[in-house]
């Protein structure tokens, strides 16, 4: 399977990822875009699993429970988002045209439905210089999951995220850690440089990503960078070998790029050079 997916149609089941497709063992990710009074039944197995809004707004009911998600757009804060463990049914029904991701993992069910509220979620501003963005914590620690981890991801134009890269592969004692990243973007004919790679040369992949495409994120380290006047927003569903509050556990970084997090503006050359008639 391809690690760069574009949406199939523009109704529907948009983006499907399950384990056999991408050749991994935990996560499962979808994006369905529903008209207004159309229905769609979520069956979560033996998943847990979180539904979250992109655009619309929808009624979700569940064990005889109604929430509501809405939100205008995906650049205007932080979501609120329903999780649900293994064996539910949930009907979602467009009130507005309504696009929405769901993703899962497989889980035992220790953790009830709940509405995820944005007061809940942590924010922070990570990075420096050209590598400031900043990442809603949407459902990790200490949030509770038993596999699922999820962030969401702004990332100014011309600025880069991921940075220092860092790997959640297993590799050199790193854990290990399935990714997807949903891509939007403003204006809608930007775009984004996703980079995939290994330090041994053994793998290395460079992705146009452009709006409502998706990358997987099966090995290696993947830094991000938005193209200037592109504005970036990514939804990260990750799920592997951590569970409960070992979600909180950070991944490996690149050790040539690992000194910038006590230098966000070292070794950046300063214009105009010494010696240049302008």
């Not at 991701?101 to 210089?129: F, M, Q, S, V």
């Not at 399935?178 to 460079?206: C, K, Q, S």
Request: net charge negative; with cysteine.
């Amino acid at each position: 399977m391809t690690h760069l997916i574009h949406p199939a149609h523009t109704q529907g089941e948009t983006i499907v990822v399950t384990p056999q497709r991408a050749a991994w063992q935990y996560l499962s990710f979808r994006v369905i875009v529903l008209a207004k009074g159309e229905h769609y039944t979520i069956h979560t197995g033996d998943e847990e699993v979180a539904l979250v809004p992109l655009q619309g707004t929808g009624a979700l009911q569940v064990d005889g429970h109604e929430y509501r998600l809405d939100r205008s757009n995906v650049f205007v804060g932080p979501p609120s988002l329903l999780y649900a463990p293994p064996g539910r049914t949930i009907q979602v029904t467009a009130e507005r045209a309504f696009e929405f991701a769901i993703g899962g993992a497989p889980a035992t069910g220790k953790y009830g439905i709940r509405l995820i509220r944005p007061d809940e979620i942590k924010c922070e501003i990570r990075g420096g210089g050209a590598a400031q963005r900043q990442v809603n914590h949407i459902l990790a620690p200490p949030l509770l999951a038993e596999r699922l981890i999820l962030f969401e991801v702004y990332v100014p134009g011309g600025a880069w995220s991921g940075w220092p890269p860092h790997c959640h592969d297993g590799t050199d004692g790193s854990p290990y850690l399935e990714e997807t990243y949903y891509y939007r973007i403003d204006p809608v004919d930007g775009f984004a440089i996703h980079r995939n790679y290994r330090l041994d040369g053994t793998f290395d992949e460079l992705l146009l990503a452009r709006n409502g495409d998706l990358v997987l994120v099966t090995q290696g380290y993947h830094p991000v960078a938005a193209a200037p006047g592109s504005n970036v927003y990514f939804l990260n569903f990750l799920a592997g070998e951590l569970l409960d509050e070992a979600r909180a556990r950070p991944p490996l970084d690149d050790h040539h790029f690992a000194w910038m997090k006590q230098n966000w503006e070292g070794n950046r050359l300063v214009l105009p050079i010494p010696g240049t008639l302008l």
